[in-house]
């Protein structure tokens, strides 16, 4: 079996999705993925309009979570510590770009959000900081797995009821209606194109950090 790298495959029509009418192929393959895990924890726990939503990490995942955000009518909260990112981020639905470099941006989030998507590999250490931009009984839903154990004080976790939980990817239903959400609203990721033949390059350009924000292998 040549896997992700064939060019066709035969599978029973149960386990197989239909692509909406408006969605590209190409776009469909991240959405099955990156898409799935940031919309469905969104559904979720229920993010609606007026909503106060940050994303931390503006990559792979965190550029779809904008978007899904934005049209579900939530205010969004773009963090990232790269503020050449700022006009991307506020062109995807953004409501607020956060540098995360700068305390006095950072202090006009404290106490803010409702729900914050953590998409990066946060370090173990800046749960505290997180916790600090939550309102009462605001939830933390991480997408990603810190490298070492998570450490916080309790003191504003406890005062203020922060949750946190986390999420994974999501099921048959769940894929369907992001699918279906996607084209609807005009939700796609931010791709670069690559041909099979490319593949190794393509791998290369990936591992030196550089694809923005997912990369396609086309035939």
């Known amino acids: 079996s040549q896997g992700g790298y064939a060019e066709a495959v035969r599978v029973d029509a149960n386990y197989v999705f239909k692509i909406p009418d408006g969605l590209d192929p190409v776009h469909v393959a991240p959405l099955l993925c990156a898409g799935v895990t940031t919309f469905s924890p969104m559904l979720r726990h229920g993010v609606k309009k007026g909503d106060r939503v940050g994303i931390v990490g503006i990559g792979g995942l965190g550029h779809l979570a904008i978007q899904y955000a934005a049209a579900l009518?939530?205010?969004?909260?773009?963090?990232?510590?790269?503020?050449?990112?700022?006009?991307?981020?506020?062109?995807?639905?953004?409501?607020?770009?956060?540098?995360?470099?700068?305390?006095d941006e950072l202090e006009s989030a404290r106490r803010t959000l409702d729900y914050l998507f953590v998409t990066s590999n946060a370090e173990s250490n800046q749960y505290n900081e997180y916790i600090s931009w939550?309102?009462?009984?605001?939830?933390?839903?991480?997408?990603?797995?810190?490298?070492?154990h998570m450490?916080?004080?309790?003191?504003?976790?406890?005062?203020?009821?922060?949750?946190?939980?986390?999420?994974?990817?999501?099921?048959?239903?769940?894929?369907?209606?992001?699918?279906?959400f996607s084209?609807?609203?005009g939700i796609k990721p931010i791709i670069e194109k690559y041909p099979i033949e490319d593949?190794?390059?393509?791998l290369q350009h990936m591992d030196k950090g550089k694809a923005r924000y997912r990369i396609v292998l086309t035939h």
């Not at 939550?134 to 939830?139: A, I, L, S």
């Not at 593949?199 to 393509?202: D, I």
Request: proline share 2%.
């Open 151 to 180: 450490t916080f004080s309790p003191f504003e976790f406890v005062l203020n009821e922060v949750a946190i939980t986390g999420s994974l990817i999501g099921g048959g239903s769940m894929i369907r209606k992001t699918l279906d």
């Open 73 to 103: 009518g939530a205010e969004v909260y773009a963090f990232s510590h790269s503020s050449n990112k700022r006009e991307q981020c506020l062109e995807l639905g953004a409501t607020h770009f956060i540098d995360t470099s700068k305390k």
């Open 183 to 185: 084209a609807q609203h």
């Open 134 to 148: 939550m309102d009462f009984e605001g939830k933390i839903v991480m997408l990603s797995l810190p490298k070492n």
């Open 199 to 202: 593949v190794n390059e393509a």
